[in-house]
């Protein structure tokens, strides 16, 4: 039972903490809670909601995906490029350079039988050099004559069309793990690879596939990104992977698999990104002048407290068990 | 016939694994598979459930021919392991455990009531009323094993196969899986049971297969075999023309008392272990795989966890190390049953293998001092006669046997009281093997205490003063002098002291 209630404890520590961080900033800023900072909160952290939905499902397996940051800025080049086009071929080649590259990984990580670190870190390289390529080491600007931005910068009843795209992303998400034979079988191949394949469970198709879907839905936030800056970014996307570990890890997966939650990755995403718009609430009052780069060492603050929890639930799980 | 394997062969890097082995179960038999380490058992096993694919051979299976390139495909034909280690996830729930693979599904999603439902009913069947919402790992081994078996069977398999199921089970745990298999046997199924414990192969299996060095040496109904001969033929000697070749002489040279076990319970494998090691004695510690003796000495090294209960003296004053060093500096060294698991270090040279033990005491101010060391390492390659092209030759580069000298002497240059021997001449060939007894001999005579593990009913016999044989965790006898034979070893592996056979040899707790 012990082990049943610290699990749960871990569960809702994100919420909870969300739940405060919300307090805090309601009760200290005046326009915390108004539409525009929650808007604007949104729209850009959707991005980032995107590739840490990925990373937790390849978290999940017990992988790691290193280059989503760089095919992020990738799909934003591609499809500035094809915005002329259309929204259809902007979003399909976007998505579509996404998916080359997780296809990539995903056929060395199990054909291959190559590390994810290794794998990922050389393909994050290589998606990095093609973006400049393609970008000419700058900006590529956006059509405006063909809509393409309208999915970065517009709304929908009220409500960003990025942040639409995200929660239907984890509405998708969730219902993929908690009721697919897929979602399962990306769970029991991170607890337990070895098992998972005596099991006579399709653990090489699963693995593939979950660095194949990291592919896609980075590339998916690039597009956003350059529909929303209005240019393609090939120097972006630099630690958006890191940010993507981190809130995947604080929302409570297991880095090293087999446990996982898609609405706790969203937690965390949320959690991250309040970090920040809190930080540039508190210079805006005044009172104190704390650098941005302070984000960075608060945000690794809090991942590290939450490896500490998770080793030490993890050691309460193991002990009843033997 | 259920199923039926033939000449089956197969060889790993050109290594034959096995040659010519036969397995045949009929529809509701319980049928014992047993043989030494390395006799095939798990290589006809991972052929019969797909993970490896065998060289040559016929395969049948409920009248079709048989050849599964996966588990999944094993699984799917009605064949399901139980596999040693308990191989599902622990981290997921029950229900996950036992559906994964064969899922309910509504509108093409999961439905996790019927699941959880169904886990319920499979594990009732077997007896079981646990919440199989929880993780796996929240319960004990035993339910875990419970958990595998209510798995294989509802993939509606005709052939379960156990691979050494009871090995962390209690004797209450055993009954309970007993039960399940009785069970099995009256719904048609057919059970493969592999164990080293003789005691439940008689429980409960029908008919027995023997294999040794690879092959099938014997096919039997359990009633219509002895222990004995059981014994024998696994280990391959036979009962009748071994003689005795004990070296009687050295024990009465023996000195004072080294290490003194007493009462030694560390479960699930050691439970009342007791032994002795004198000076200048050589004393070997023999029983089935399994039945506890690498995990005793392992205790005395400080190598696994402190033990539950009984005593261990070291030059007669109270010693429980709790961690290796501790056991070093008291003057212990331990070769381990797994060289390239536990012992060497594949990219370092011969040298820096011999001396890593020593290192500590080679440096000055934390500097190693390299001329020491190099005239260490030169003195026990001289010694020991290790052939390598010199001392900075990779270890890995070694034959096995060479290795194994390179190891001792890890432990030589210490200067050790008390070595203790797991397995020494495993994997290693005939003339380095003698080379290599002959040079624990040399060493017994120079008054150090060897304590040696050994599945050879020959090597202890041939190699060791005194013997303690063990079995299902205890102590059951002790062999000297003209009583130390292969055939009393082989008695007392097989029936324990309970069978009057070894009354003299009863252990001196």
Not at chain 1, 28 to 45: A, D, K, P, Q, S
């Amino acid at each position: 039972m012990g082990a049943t209630l610290s699990r749960l404890a871990g569960r809702q520590a994100v919420l909870l903490a969300l739940a405060a961080l919300i307090l805090f900033g309601a009760l200290r800023y005046e326009h915390f809670l108004g539409w525009f900072n929650i808007t604007t909160l949104l729209r850009y952290n959707a991005l980032f909601a995107l590739v840490a939905l990925g990373m937790a499902f390849v978290i999940m397996t017990g992988g790691i995906d290193l280059s989503v940051g760089s095919v992020a800025a990738l799909a934003s080049v591609v499809s500035a490029h094809l915005s002329g086009a259309g929204l259809l071929p902007a979003v399909a080649g976007g998505v579509g350079a996404g998916l080359a590259v997780g296809l990539l990984n995903g056929a060395l990580v199990t054909r291959g039988g190559l590390a994810p670190f290794v794998t990922t870190l050389a393909t994050m390289l290589g998606a990095s050099g093609l973006a400049l390529l393609l970008a000419d080491n700058q900006s590529v600007p956006v059509s405006y004559d063909t809509g393409f931005v309208e999915i970065g910068q517009g709304d929908i009843l009220n409500f960003p069309v990025p942040a639409w795209i995200a929660l239907l992303a984890y509405i998708g998400g969730a219902v993929l793990l908690h009721l697919t034979g897929f979602g399962r079988t990306v769970l029991a191949v991170g607890g337990n690879a070895d098992a998972a394949r005596l099991m006579g469970l399709p653990a090489e198709r699963t693995v593939f596939l979950v660095y194949l879907g990291s592919g896609g839905l980075a590339g998916l936030a690039g597009v956003l990104l350059a529909a929303q800056f209005g240019a393609g970014q090939p120097i972006e996307g630099v630690g958006w992977e890191l940010f993507a570990i981190a809130a995947t890890v604080v929302g409570g997966t297991l880095l090293t698999g087999g446990v996982g939650s898609v609405g706790g990755t969203l937690a965390g995403v949320l959690l991250l990104g309040l970090i920040f718009n809190i930080l540039n609430f508190e210079n805006g009052l005044g009172t104190i002048s704390l650098s941005v780069y302070w984000q960075s060492v608060i945000r690794g603050l809090f991942l590290l407290v939450v490896v500490l929890l998770q080793a030490r639930l993890l050691a309460a799980r193991i002990a009843p068990a033997s | 016939m259920l199923l039926s394997m033939r000449g089956i062969e197969k060889r790993f890097a050109g290594v034959a694994a096995l040659s010519g082995a036969t397995l045949e179960v009929a529809p509701g038999e319980a049928h014992a598979l047993i043989g030494q380490n390395g006799a095939g058992k798990s290589t006809l096993i991972k052929i019969l459930t797909g993970y490896h694919r065998c060289d040559a051979g016929t395969m049948e299976f409920d009248g079709q021919p048989l050849d599964p390139r996966s588990p999944a495909e094993a699984q799917a034909l009605g064949i399901s392991t139980i596999h040693q280690e308990i191989n599902l996830v622990g981290y997921r729930s029950v229900t996950e455990n036992i559906c994964l693979g064969r899922e309910s599904r509504r509108f093409g999603l999961l439905d996790w009531r019927a699941m959880h439902r169904e886990a319920q009913a499979a594990l009732a069947r077997l007896g079981l009323e646990i919440d199989v919402r929880r993780p796996l790992a929240d319960y004990t081994t035993a339910v875990q094993q419970m958990v595998a078996i209510a798995r294989a069977l509802g993939f509606r398999a005709k052939l379960v196969v156990m691979d050494e199921p009871t090995s962390s089970l209690d004797d209450r745990e055993v009954a309970v899986l007993f039960d399940v298999i009785r069970r099995l046997k009256a719904d048609g199924v057919s059970v493969v049971f592999v164990s080293h414990k003789l005691d439940e192969l008689y429980a409960v299996c029908d008919r027995v297969t023997v294999m040794r060095d690879g092959r099938t040496v014997r096919v039997a109904p359990m009633d219509g075999i002895t222990r004995l001969q059981l014994v024998s033929d696994m280990l391959g000697r036979d009962v009748a023309d071994s003689e005795a070749t004990g070296a009687a002489a050295q024990a009465a040279r023996a000195g004072e008392e080294m290490l003194a076990i007493e009462g030694l319970h560390a479960p699930p494998r050691v439970r009342g272990a007791s032994l002795s090691v004198r000076r200048g004695e050589i004393v070997g510690l023999a029983g089935l795989l399994g039945a506890g003796r690498s995990e005793t000495v392992r205790v005395a090294f400080g190598a696994d966890a402190a033990a539950d209960a009984g005593q261990l003296r070291f030059e007669g004053r109270p010693f429980s190390p709790t961690e290796p060093r501790e056991a070093i500096r008291a003057g212990i060294g331990f070769c381990s049953e797994d060289r390239k698991v536990e012992s060497i270090v594949p990219e370092m040279s011969v040298r820096e293998n011999l001396t890593l033990a020593l290192l500590p005491h080679l440096a000055r101010a934390g500097v190693v001092d390299e001329a020491r060391q190099r005239e260490v390492v030169d003195r026990f390659i001289r010694r020991l006669g290790v052939r390598c092209a010199g001392p900075e030759q990779p270890i890995r580069e070694l034959s096995g046997g060479n290795q194994q000298k390179v190891l001792l002497a890890r432990w030589l240059c210490m200067d050790p009281k008390l070595l203790i021997l797991d397995e020494p001449t495993r994997g290693i060939d005939v003339g380095a093997k003698a080379e290599i007894q002959a040079l624990i001999r040399e060493l017994a005579e120079g008054g150090l205490a060897v304590l040696m593990v050994s599945s050879e009913v020959k090597e202890i016999v041939d190699g060791a003063d005194r013997a303690y044989v063990m079995r299902d965790g205890r102590t059951v006898a002790e062999l000297s002098g003209g009583r130390l034979t292969e055939d009393a070893l082989m008695a007392a592996m097989a029936h324990g002291p309970h069978e009057a056979v070894l009354a003299e040899g009863a252990p001196h707790e």
